[in-house]
Protein backbone atom coordinates (compact mmCIF):
# COMPACT_ATOMS: atom_id res chain seq x y z
CA UNK A 1 0.00 0.00 0.00
CA UNK A 2 2.64 2.15 0.76
CA UNK A 3 5.08 1.88 -1.74
CA UNK A 4 2.00 1.87 -4.46
CA UNK A 5 1.14 5.65 -2.79
CA UNK A 6 4.73 6.59 -3.44
CA UNK A 7 4.98 4.89 -6.87
CA UNK A 8 1.75 6.47 -7.75
CA UNK A 9 2.51 9.90 -6.43
CA UNK A 10 5.99 10.08 -8.16
CA UNK A 11 4.71 9.33 -11.59
CA UNK A 12 2.46 11.73 -11.67
CA UNK A 13 5.12 14.25 -10.71
CA UNK A 14 7.69 12.65 -13.08
CA UNK A 15 4.85 13.21 -15.76
CA UNK A 16 4.01 16.72 -14.68
CA UNK A 17 7.01 18.43 -13.31
CA UNK A 18 10.32 16.54 -13.67
CA UNK A 19 10.25 15.26 -17.55
CA UNK A 20 9.56 19.16 -18.06
CA UNK A 21 12.23 20.21 -16.37
CA UNK A 22 14.53 17.98 -17.73
CA UNK A 23 13.37 18.31 -21.49
CA UNK A 24 13.99 22.17 -21.26
CA UNK A 25 17.85 21.69 -20.44
CA UNK A 26 17.84 18.76 -23.00
CA UNK A 27 15.96 20.53 -25.62
CA UNK A 28 18.59 23.44 -25.04
CA UNK A 29 21.86 21.30 -25.70
CA UNK A 30 20.65 19.36 -28.18
CA UNK A 31 22.27 20.82 -31.22
CA UNK A 32 25.08 21.03 -29.49
CA UNK A 33 26.80 23.49 -27.14
CA UNK A 34 28.10 25.93 -29.81
CA UNK A 35 24.41 26.59 -30.67
CA UNK A 36 23.37 26.63 -27.11
CA UNK A 37 26.35 29.39 -26.70
CA UNK A 38 25.35 31.45 -29.51
CA UNK A 39 21.60 31.84 -28.60
CA UNK A 40 22.50 33.46 -25.19
CA UNK A 41 25.31 35.74 -26.56
CA UNK A 42 22.86 36.61 -29.47
CA UNK A 43 22.71 40.84 -29.55
CA UNK A 44 19.22 40.31 -29.07
CA UNK A 45 18.68 37.65 -26.43
CA UNK A 46 21.86 40.25 -24.50
CA UNK A 47 19.56 42.79 -24.90
CA UNK A 48 16.63 40.68 -23.58
CA UNK A 49 18.47 39.44 -20.56
CA UNK A 50 19.25 43.36 -19.69
CA UNK A 51 16.00 44.43 -19.89
CA UNK A 52 14.53 41.65 -17.62
CA UNK A 53 17.01 42.67 -15.00
CA UNK A 54 16.43 46.03 -15.37
CA UNK A 55 12.69 45.72 -15.02
CA UNK A 56 13.58 43.35 -11.55
CA UNK A 57 15.95 45.89 -10.25
CA UNK A 58 13.12 48.47 -10.49
CA UNK A 59 10.19 46.76 -9.88
CA UNK A 60 11.92 44.36 -6.55
CA UNK A 61 13.06 47.62 -4.58
CA UNK A 62 9.73 49.10 -4.75
CA UNK A 63 7.95 46.60 -3.79
CA UNK A 64 10.30 45.92 -0.96
CA UNK A 65 9.55 49.51 0.41
CA UNK A 66 5.80 48.70 0.13
CA UNK A 67 5.65 45.65 1.44
CA UNK A 68 7.78 46.72 4.44
CA UNK A 69 5.43 49.77 4.92
CA UNK A 70 1.89 47.72 4.04
CA UNK A 71 3.11 44.92 6.82
CA UNK A 72 4.45 47.71 9.64
CA UNK A 73 1.20 49.26 9.49
CA UNK A 74 -1.02 45.85 9.29
CA UNK A 75 0.77 43.93 11.76
CA UNK A 76 2.04 46.36 14.45
CA UNK A 77 -1.41 48.57 14.27
CA UNK A 78 -5.18 47.22 14.78
CA UNK A 79 -7.84 49.35 12.53
CA UNK A 80 -10.80 49.42 11.05
CA UNK A 81 -10.88 48.03 7.49
CA UNK A 82 -7.65 45.66 7.59
CA UNK A 83 -9.11 42.54 6.21
CA UNK A 84 -10.55 44.22 3.16
CA UNK A 85 -6.62 46.26 2.69
CA UNK A 86 -5.07 42.75 2.97
CA UNK A 87 -7.72 41.22 0.67
CA UNK A 88 -6.61 44.59 -1.70
CA UNK A 89 -3.34 43.85 -1.76
CA UNK A 90 -3.31 40.40 -2.80
CA UNK A 91 -5.45 41.50 -5.65
CA UNK A 92 -3.09 41.33 -8.27
CA UNK A 93 -2.51 37.62 -7.31
CA UNK A 94 -6.23 37.21 -8.47
CA UNK A 95 -6.38 39.11 -12.10
CA UNK A 96 -5.15 37.50 -15.18
CA UNK A 97 -1.64 38.72 -16.63
CA UNK A 98 -3.43 39.49 -19.86
CA UNK A 99 -6.08 42.10 -18.26
CA UNK A 100 -3.06 43.18 -15.88
CA UNK A 101 -1.19 44.47 -18.65
CA UNK A 102 -4.45 45.97 -20.76
CA UNK A 103 -5.34 48.15 -17.83
CA UNK A 104 -2.11 50.38 -18.44
CA UNK A 105 -2.72 50.25 -22.47
CA UNK A 106 -6.06 52.14 -21.24
CA UNK A 107 -4.36 55.05 -19.26
CA UNK A 108 -1.74 55.06 -21.31
CA UNK A 109 -1.81 53.78 -24.56
CA UNK A 110 -2.26 56.11 -27.49
CA UNK A 111 -6.43 55.56 -27.24
CA UNK A 112 -6.28 56.09 -23.31
CA UNK A 113 -6.15 58.39 -20.25
CA UNK A 114 -3.45 59.92 -20.61
CA UNK A 115 -2.10 58.73 -24.13
CA UNK A 116 -3.08 62.02 -25.94
CA UNK A 117 -1.16 64.30 -23.16
CA UNK A 118 1.88 61.65 -23.30
CA UNK A 119 2.18 61.61 -27.27
CA UNK A 120 2.54 65.63 -27.12
CA UNK A 121 5.24 65.43 -24.43
CA UNK A 122 6.68 62.68 -26.89
CA UNK A 123 6.87 60.18 -23.69
CA UNK A 124 6.49 56.79 -24.36
CA UNK A 125 5.24 53.95 -21.72
CA UNK A 126 3.04 52.09 -24.12
CA UNK A 127 5.30 49.43 -26.20
CA UNK A 128 8.28 50.96 -24.38
CA UNK A 129 10.53 49.84 -21.25
CA UNK A 130 8.07 52.24 -19.18
CA UNK A 131 5.47 49.92 -19.89
CA UNK A 132 7.09 46.77 -18.88
CA UNK A 133 8.49 47.99 -15.80
CA UNK A 134 5.26 49.22 -14.55
CA UNK A 135 3.33 45.91 -15.63
CA UNK A 136 6.29 44.21 -13.96
CA UNK A 137 5.70 46.06 -10.43
CA UNK A 138 1.69 45.30 -10.49
CA UNK A 139 1.97 41.63 -10.85
CA UNK A 140 4.83 41.64 -8.05
CA UNK A 141 3.13 44.24 -5.90
CA UNK A 142 1.70 41.32 -3.20
CA UNK A 143 4.97 39.06 -2.60
CA UNK A 144 6.69 40.62 -0.08
CA UNK A 145 4.22 41.95 1.66
CA UNK A 146 2.43 38.60 1.85
CA UNK A 147 5.31 36.83 2.91
CA UNK A 148 6.30 39.62 5.95
CA UNK A 149 2.41 40.17 7.46
CA UNK A 150 2.00 36.93 9.28
CA UNK A 151 5.45 36.62 10.23
CA UNK A 152 5.10 40.31 11.94
CA UNK A 153 1.91 39.36 13.41
CA UNK A 154 2.82 36.30 14.80
CA UNK A 155 5.98 38.39 16.72
CA UNK A 156 3.71 40.68 18.04
CA UNK A 157 4.73 44.24 19.24
CA UNK A 158 5.71 44.07 22.58
CA UNK A 159 9.31 43.83 21.57
CA UNK A 160 8.97 47.39 19.93
CA UNK A 161 7.05 48.61 22.67
CA UNK A 162 10.09 47.75 24.60
CA UNK A 163 12.25 49.77 22.38
CA UNK A 164 10.10 52.67 21.68
CA UNK A 165 9.68 53.37 25.86
CA UNK A 166 13.50 52.82 26.26
CA UNK A 167 13.80 55.97 23.81
CA UNK A 168 14.07 54.29 20.44
CA UNK A 169 12.61 55.70 17.35
CA UNK A 170 10.70 54.49 14.97
CA UNK A 171 13.44 54.11 12.53
CA UNK A 172 15.63 52.91 15.26
CA UNK A 173 13.56 50.23 16.58
CA UNK A 174 12.43 49.21 13.33
CA UNK A 175 16.48 48.61 11.87
CA UNK A 176 17.33 47.05 15.32
CA UNK A 177 13.98 45.09 16.43
CA UNK A 178 11.61 44.49 13.67
CA UNK A 179 14.16 43.71 10.48
CA UNK A 180 16.82 41.01 12.55
CA UNK A 181 13.58 39.37 13.91
CA UNK A 182 12.03 38.60 9.79
CA UNK A 183 15.36 38.58 7.66
CA UNK A 184 15.01 35.32 6.56
CA UNK A 185 11.08 36.25 5.40
CA UNK A 186 12.07 39.11 3.98
CA UNK A 187 14.62 37.46 2.30
CA UNK A 188 12.69 34.81 0.97
CA UNK A 189 9.73 37.47 -0.56
CA UNK A 190 12.29 39.13 -2.17
CA UNK A 191 13.32 35.71 -3.51
CA UNK A 192 9.97 34.87 -5.13
CA UNK A 193 9.06 38.46 -6.18
CA UNK A 194 12.07 38.70 -8.27
CA UNK A 195 11.39 34.99 -9.52
CA UNK A 196 8.46 36.26 -11.08
CA UNK A 197 9.22 40.01 -12.08
CA UNK A 198 12.07 38.45 -14.41
CA UNK A 199 9.49 35.69 -15.33
CA UNK A 200 6.44 37.70 -16.35
CA UNK A 201 4.82 37.01 -19.60
CA UNK A 202 1.63 37.69 -19.79
CA UNK A 203 0.99 40.96 -18.89
CA UNK A 204 4.52 42.20 -20.56
CA UNK A 205 4.11 41.00 -23.49
CA UNK A 206 0.35 43.11 -24.19
CA UNK A 207 2.50 46.61 -23.11
CA UNK A 208 5.68 45.15 -25.19
CA UNK A 209 5.22 45.71 -28.72
CA UNK A 210 7.40 43.00 -28.93
CA UNK A 211 10.51 45.02 -30.63
CA UNK A 212 13.77 43.21 -30.60
CA UNK A 213 16.88 44.04 -29.12
CA UNK A 214 14.44 47.15 -27.70
CA UNK A 215 11.47 45.83 -25.80
CA UNK A 216 11.93 42.52 -25.30
CA UNK A 217 12.33 40.41 -22.13
CA UNK A 218 13.69 36.98 -21.43
CA UNK A 219 10.32 34.78 -21.73
CA UNK A 220 9.14 37.58 -24.58
CA UNK A 221 12.63 36.27 -26.45
CA UNK A 222 11.94 33.19 -26.11
CA UNK A 223 8.37 33.51 -27.50
CA UNK A 224 9.88 35.23 -30.71
CA UNK A 225 12.47 32.55 -31.19
CA UNK A 226 9.55 29.66 -30.33
CA UNK A 227 7.18 31.30 -33.13
CA UNK A 228 10.24 31.27 -35.69
CA UNK A 229 10.72 27.69 -35.19
CA UNK A 230 14.31 28.63 -33.96
CA UNK A 231 13.46 25.77 -31.17
CA UNK A 232 16.92 24.91 -29.46
CA UNK A 233 17.34 29.01 -29.41
CA UNK A 234 14.20 29.00 -27.54
CA UNK A 235 15.04 26.47 -25.34
CA UNK A 236 18.88 28.03 -24.95
CA UNK A 237 17.24 31.13 -23.60
CA UNK A 238 14.74 29.40 -21.79
CA UNK A 239 17.06 27.27 -19.37
CA UNK A 240 18.63 30.60 -18.04
CA UNK A 241 15.05 30.92 -16.84
CA UNK A 242 14.88 27.39 -16.07
CA UNK A 243 18.02 27.73 -13.90
CA UNK A 244 16.74 31.22 -12.37
CA UNK A 245 13.51 28.68 -11.15
CA UNK A 246 15.95 26.04 -9.53
CA UNK A 247 17.97 28.85 -7.74
CA UNK A 248 14.97 30.70 -6.32
CA UNK A 249 13.82 27.16 -5.15
CA UNK A 250 17.14 26.68 -3.68
CA UNK A 251 17.33 29.55 -1.97
CA UNK A 252 13.56 29.04 -0.81
CA UNK A 253 14.73 25.53 0.50
CA UNK A 254 17.56 27.17 2.87
CA UNK A 255 15.21 29.90 3.84
CA UNK A 256 12.80 27.50 4.81
CA UNK A 257 15.04 25.40 7.38
CA UNK A 258 16.16 28.82 8.90
CA UNK A 259 12.26 29.42 9.37
CA UNK A 260 12.05 25.92 10.95
CA UNK A 261 11.19 27.73 14.28
CA UNK A 262 8.50 29.47 13.53
CA UNK A 263 5.68 27.10 13.08
CA UNK A 264 2.81 29.57 12.58
CA UNK A 265 5.22 31.41 9.64
CA UNK A 266 5.46 27.89 7.44
CA UNK A 267 1.42 27.44 8.55
CA UNK A 268 0.50 30.64 6.85
CA UNK A 269 2.53 30.19 3.49
CA UNK A 270 -0.18 29.01 1.12
CA UNK A 271 2.06 29.09 -1.86
CA UNK A 272 -0.19 31.95 -3.89
CA UNK B 1 -14.83 50.71 18.97
CA UNK B 2 -15.28 54.01 18.00
CA UNK B 3 -12.53 55.20 16.75
CA UNK B 4 -10.63 54.07 13.45
CA UNK B 5 -7.78 52.87 15.20
CA UNK B 6 -6.62 51.69 18.83
CA UNK B 7 -4.19 53.32 20.53
CA UNK B 8 -0.50 52.37 20.44
CA UNK B 9 2.92 53.55 21.57
CA UNK B 10 4.83 52.79 18.47
CA UNK B 11 5.13 55.12 15.88
CA UNK B 12 4.64 55.57 11.57
CA UNK B 13 0.96 54.48 11.55
CA UNK B 14 0.32 57.55 9.48
CA UNK B 15 3.37 57.14 7.46
CA UNK B 16 3.67 53.23 7.05
CA UNK B 17 -0.76 53.21 5.88
CA UNK B 18 -0.62 56.51 3.87
CA UNK B 19 1.97 55.10 1.81
CA UNK B 20 0.63 51.93 1.53
CA UNK B 21 -2.42 52.94 0.34
CA UNK B 22 -1.00 55.89 -2.51
CA UNK B 23 0.95 53.22 -3.62
CA UNK B 24 -1.74 50.51 -3.89
CA UNK B 25 -3.81 53.02 -5.51
CA UNK B 26 -1.51 54.17 -8.29
CA UNK B 27 -0.39 50.58 -9.39
CA UNK B 28 -3.43 48.69 -8.96
CA UNK B 29 -6.57 50.52 -7.81
CA UNK B 30 -6.46 53.26 -10.50
CA UNK B 31 -5.33 50.90 -13.39
CA UNK B 32 -8.14 48.53 -12.08
CA UNK B 33 -11.16 51.09 -11.95
CA UNK B 34 -10.19 51.88 -15.90
CA UNK B 35 -11.16 48.86 -16.88
CA UNK B 36 -14.60 49.56 -15.68
CA UNK B 37 -14.62 52.88 -16.53
CA UNK B 38 -14.06 52.36 -20.18
CA UNK B 39 -16.33 49.69 -20.26
CA UNK B 40 -19.38 52.09 -18.46
CA UNK B 41 -18.78 54.07 -21.84
CA UNK B 42 -21.37 50.91 -23.58
CA UNK B 43 -25.12 50.10 -23.12
CA UNK B 44 -25.67 47.18 -21.29
CA UNK B 45 -27.52 45.51 -24.24
CA UNK B 46 -24.18 46.37 -26.13
CA UNK B 47 -22.01 45.12 -23.27
CA UNK B 48 -23.99 41.56 -23.47
CA UNK B 49 -23.60 41.43 -27.36
CA UNK B 50 -19.46 41.32 -26.82
CA UNK B 51 -19.36 39.41 -24.17
CA UNK B 52 -22.07 36.43 -25.37
CA UNK B 53 -20.88 36.38 -28.95
CA UNK B 54 -20.31 32.62 -29.80
CA UNK B 55 -16.22 32.92 -30.21
CA UNK B 56 -16.46 34.16 -26.75
CA UNK B 57 -19.06 31.62 -25.28
CA UNK B 58 -17.02 28.84 -26.98
CA UNK B 59 -13.84 29.65 -24.99
CA UNK B 60 -15.45 30.77 -21.53
CA UNK B 61 -16.77 26.71 -22.09
CA UNK B 62 -12.82 25.71 -22.35
CA UNK B 63 -11.15 28.25 -20.27
CA UNK B 64 -13.92 27.18 -17.05
CA UNK B 65 -13.94 23.50 -17.97
CA UNK B 66 -10.10 22.83 -18.45
CA UNK B 67 -9.57 24.72 -15.28
CA UNK B 68 -12.37 23.03 -13.53
CA UNK B 69 -10.79 19.12 -14.57
CA UNK B 70 -6.90 20.72 -13.98
CA UNK B 71 -8.51 21.57 -10.51
CA UNK B 72 -9.80 18.14 -9.95
CA UNK B 73 -6.88 16.32 -10.76
CA UNK B 74 -4.56 18.44 -8.90
CA UNK B 75 -7.27 17.85 -5.88
CA UNK B 76 -7.11 13.97 -5.77
CA UNK B 77 -2.99 13.93 -6.81
CA UNK B 78 -2.39 16.53 -4.42
CA UNK B 79 -3.71 15.32 -1.94
CA UNK B 80 -1.90 11.96 -2.34
CA UNK B 81 1.37 13.04 -3.10
CA UNK B 82 0.95 15.72 0.14
CA UNK B 83 0.15 12.37 2.11
CA UNK B 84 3.12 10.85 1.04
CA UNK B 85 5.80 13.54 1.48
CA UNK B 86 3.78 14.16 4.58
CA UNK B 87 3.79 10.16 6.28
CA UNK B 88 6.19 8.34 4.59
CA UNK B 89 10.17 8.31 3.88
CA UNK B 90 11.69 7.73 0.91
CA UNK B 91 15.17 8.61 -1.11
CA UNK B 92 14.92 11.88 -2.86
CA UNK B 93 12.13 13.30 -0.55
CA UNK B 94 13.22 16.56 0.21
CA UNK B 95 14.03 17.10 -3.31
CA UNK B 96 10.73 16.18 -4.59
CA UNK B 97 9.54 18.30 -2.10
CA UNK B 98 11.05 21.62 -3.01
CA UNK B 99 10.60 20.75 -6.77
CA UNK B 100 6.92 20.89 -6.34
CA UNK B 101 6.81 24.54 -6.04
CA UNK B 102 8.62 24.66 -9.67
CA UNK B 103 5.10 25.87 -11.41
CA UNK B 104 5.39 28.58 -9.00
CA UNK B 105 9.10 29.49 -10.21
CA UNK B 106 9.28 28.50 -13.62
CA UNK B 107 8.34 31.37 -15.94
CA UNK B 108 5.26 30.22 -17.50
CA UNK B 109 6.55 30.76 -21.29
CA UNK B 110 9.37 27.98 -20.71
CA UNK B 111 6.55 25.80 -18.88
CA UNK B 112 4.46 26.25 -22.17
CA UNK B 113 7.11 25.68 -25.36
CA UNK B 114 8.52 22.53 -22.50
CA UNK B 115 5.09 20.76 -22.43
CA UNK B 116 4.41 21.49 -26.30
CA UNK B 117 7.42 19.85 -26.99
CA UNK B 118 6.77 16.29 -24.53
CA UNK B 119 2.88 16.64 -25.79
CA UNK B 120 3.26 17.04 -29.09
CA UNK B 121 2.31 13.64 -31.40
CA UNK B 122 6.72 12.97 -31.89
CA UNK B 123 7.26 14.52 -28.68
CA UNK B 124 8.84 12.10 -25.59
CA UNK B 125 5.23 11.86 -23.97
CA UNK B 126 2.78 12.38 -26.54
CA UNK B 127 4.34 9.54 -28.95
CA UNK B 128 3.05 7.06 -26.64
CA UNK B 129 -0.98 8.89 -27.20
CA UNK B 130 -0.44 8.83 -30.91
CA UNK B 131 -0.70 5.58 -31.46
CA UNK B 132 -3.84 5.32 -29.56
CA UNK B 133 -5.47 7.93 -31.70
CA UNK B 134 -5.08 11.52 -28.88
CA UNK B 135 -3.68 13.97 -29.54
CA UNK B 136 -2.81 16.21 -26.76
CA UNK B 137 -0.60 19.71 -27.62
CA UNK B 138 -2.58 21.64 -29.71
CA UNK B 139 -6.19 20.31 -28.85
CA UNK B 140 -8.28 21.26 -25.41
CA UNK B 141 -6.75 18.40 -23.62
CA UNK B 142 -2.92 20.25 -24.10
CA UNK B 143 -5.13 23.02 -22.53
CA UNK B 144 -5.51 20.70 -19.68
CA UNK B 145 -2.16 19.51 -19.42
CA UNK B 146 -0.67 23.13 -18.84
CA UNK B 147 -3.67 23.76 -16.43
CA UNK B 148 -2.83 20.69 -14.29
CA UNK B 149 0.68 21.69 -14.27
CA UNK B 150 0.09 25.43 -13.77
CA UNK B 151 -1.65 24.33 -10.53
CA UNK B 152 -0.04 21.91 -9.45
CA UNK B 153 1.67 23.30 -5.79
CA UNK B 154 -1.79 24.77 -4.28
CA UNK B 155 -3.25 21.16 -3.15
CA UNK B 156 -0.19 20.14 -2.01
CA UNK B 157 0.81 23.21 0.01
CA UNK B 158 -2.64 24.01 1.78
CA UNK B 159 -3.13 19.92 2.46
CA UNK B 160 0.44 19.55 3.55
CA UNK B 161 0.34 21.61 7.15
CA UNK B 162 -3.28 20.44 7.91
CA UNK B 163 -1.89 17.20 7.24
CA UNK B 164 1.19 17.55 9.95
CA UNK B 165 -0.83 18.81 12.70
CA UNK B 166 -3.19 15.83 12.35
CA UNK B 167 -2.22 13.94 15.61
CA UNK B 168 -1.32 10.80 15.50
CA UNK B 169 -3.63 10.21 19.09
CA UNK B 170 -6.27 10.52 17.16
CA UNK B 171 -5.62 8.14 14.13
CA UNK B 172 -4.43 5.59 17.28
CA UNK B 173 -7.77 5.85 19.26
CA UNK B 174 -9.60 5.12 16.11
CA UNK B 175 -7.33 2.19 15.45
CA UNK B 176 -7.99 1.32 19.27
CA UNK B 177 -12.14 1.31 18.83
CA UNK B 178 -11.68 -1.09 15.94
CA UNK B 179 -11.95 1.56 12.97
CA UNK B 180 -9.60 0.27 9.82
CA UNK B 181 -7.38 1.94 7.87
CA UNK B 182 -10.48 2.97 5.46
CA UNK B 183 -12.66 4.11 8.51
CA UNK B 184 -10.34 6.24 9.75
CA UNK B 185 -9.12 8.07 6.73
CA UNK B 186 -12.89 8.78 6.00
CA UNK B 187 -14.08 9.38 9.42
CA UNK B 188 -11.36 11.31 10.81
CA UNK B 189 -8.75 12.28 8.70
CA UNK B 190 -10.67 12.92 5.74
CA UNK B 191 -13.32 15.80 6.91
CA UNK B 192 -10.33 17.44 9.05
CA UNK B 193 -8.69 17.70 5.75
CA UNK B 194 -11.36 18.54 3.45
CA UNK B 195 -11.48 22.88 3.95
CA UNK B 196 -7.81 22.90 3.23
CA UNK B 197 -8.62 20.50 0.14
CA UNK B 198 -11.06 22.87 -1.27
CA UNK B 199 -9.25 25.66 -0.51
CA UNK B 200 -6.40 24.21 -2.59
CA UNK B 201 -8.83 23.34 -5.59
CA UNK B 202 -10.54 27.04 -5.73
CA UNK B 203 -6.54 28.14 -5.56
CA UNK B 204 -5.70 26.31 -8.34
CA UNK B 205 -9.23 27.12 -10.30
CA UNK B 206 -8.68 31.05 -9.86
CA UNK B 207 -4.85 30.52 -10.83
CA UNK B 208 -5.95 28.22 -13.79
CA UNK B 209 -8.42 30.77 -15.36
CA UNK B 210 -6.48 33.80 -15.93
CA UNK B 211 -3.08 31.62 -17.27
CA UNK B 212 -1.95 32.96 -20.25
CA UNK B 213 1.61 32.39 -21.12
CA UNK B 214 1.74 28.19 -20.57
CA UNK B 215 -1.67 27.70 -22.25
CA UNK B 216 -0.45 29.77 -25.47
CA UNK B 217 1.86 27.56 -26.74
CA UNK B 218 0.40 24.04 -26.48
CA UNK B 219 -3.30 25.15 -27.04
CA UNK B 220 -3.00 25.78 -31.12
CA UNK B 221 -5.32 28.70 -30.51
CA UNK B 222 -8.14 27.81 -32.94
CA UNK B 223 -10.97 30.07 -33.15
CA UNK B 224 -14.31 27.94 -31.24
CA UNK B 225 -12.11 24.82 -30.49
CA UNK B 226 -9.06 25.62 -28.35
CA UNK B 227 -8.93 29.58 -28.01
CA UNK B 228 -8.85 30.50 -24.22
CA UNK B 229 -10.41 33.91 -23.08
CA UNK B 230 -7.53 35.45 -22.22
CA UNK B 231 -6.03 35.07 -25.60
CA UNK B 232 -9.20 36.46 -27.08
CA UNK B 233 -8.57 39.66 -25.34
CA UNK B 234 -5.03 40.20 -27.13
CA UNK B 235 -6.75 38.98 -30.20
CA UNK B 236 -8.81 41.73 -29.96
CA UNK B 237 -6.74 44.03 -28.55
CA UNK B 238 -4.40 43.45 -31.67
CA UNK B 239 -7.21 44.24 -33.88
CA UNK B 240 -7.27 47.45 -31.94
CA UNK B 241 -10.70 46.39 -30.29
CA UNK B 242 -10.00 48.58 -27.20
CA UNK B 243 -13.65 48.44 -26.17
CA UNK B 244 -14.50 44.70 -26.66
CA UNK B 245 -10.60 43.55 -25.18
CA UNK B 246 -12.36 45.49 -21.95
CA UNK B 247 -15.61 44.21 -21.93
CA UNK B 248 -14.04 40.77 -21.97
CA UNK B 249 -11.45 41.92 -19.29
CA UNK B 250 -13.98 43.22 -16.93
CA UNK B 251 -15.94 39.97 -16.84
CA UNK B 252 -12.34 38.20 -16.29
CA UNK B 253 -12.13 40.71 -13.52
CA UNK B 254 -15.74 40.44 -11.71
CA UNK B 255 -15.15 36.37 -11.94
CA UNK B 256 -11.53 37.23 -10.03
CA UNK B 257 -13.24 39.13 -7.54
CA UNK B 258 -15.85 36.23 -7.03
CA UNK B 259 -13.28 33.81 -6.74
CA UNK B 260 -11.29 35.91 -4.19
CA UNK B 261 -14.36 36.44 -2.20
CA UNK B 262 -15.00 32.69 -2.10
CA UNK B 263 -11.09 31.86 -1.29
CA UNK B 264 -11.18 34.21 1.18
CA UNK B 265 -14.42 32.23 3.21
CA UNK B 266 -13.00 29.09 2.65
CA UNK B 267 -9.96 30.01 4.09
CA UNK B 268 -11.97 32.13 7.24
CA UNK B 269 -13.60 28.52 7.28
CA UNK B 270 -10.91 26.04 7.10
CA UNK B 271 -8.74 28.18 10.01
CA UNK B 272 -11.81 27.93 11.87
CA UNK B 273 -12.12 24.14 11.96
CA UNK B 274 -8.89 24.02 12.61
CA UNK B 275 -8.95 26.18 15.67
CA UNK B 276 -11.58 24.20 17.26
CA UNK B 277 -10.15 20.86 16.22
Partial sequence: MRWALIGLALSFLTLFLFVPLISVFYEALKKGIDVYVAAITDPDAVSAIQLTLTAAAIAVPLNLIFGIAAAWAIAKFEFRGKNLLITLIDLPFSVSPVVSGLIYVLIFGLQGWLGPWLAEQDIKIIFAVPGIVLATIFVTVPFIARELIPLMQAQGTEEEEAAVVLGANGWQTFFHVTLPNVRWGLLYGVILCNARAMGEFGAVSVVSGHIRGSTNTLPLHVEILYNEYNFAAAFAVASLLALLALVTLALKTVVESKNKGNKEYTDEYTGT | ?277
Fill in chain 2, 1 to 277: MHTFKQHSVLPGFNLALGFTLLYLSLIVLIPLSAAFIRTASLTWAEFWDVVTTPRVLASYRLTFGASFAAALVNAVFGLLVAWVLVRYRFPGKKLVDALVDLPFALPTAVAGIALTALYAGNGWIGQFFEPLGIKIAFTPLGVFVALTFIGLPFVVRTVQPVLEDIEAELEEAAATLGANRLQTFSRIIFPTLFPALITGFALAFARAIGEYGSVIFIAGNMPMISEITPLLIITKLEQYDYTGATALAVVMLIISFVMLLIINLLQWWSRRRRASA
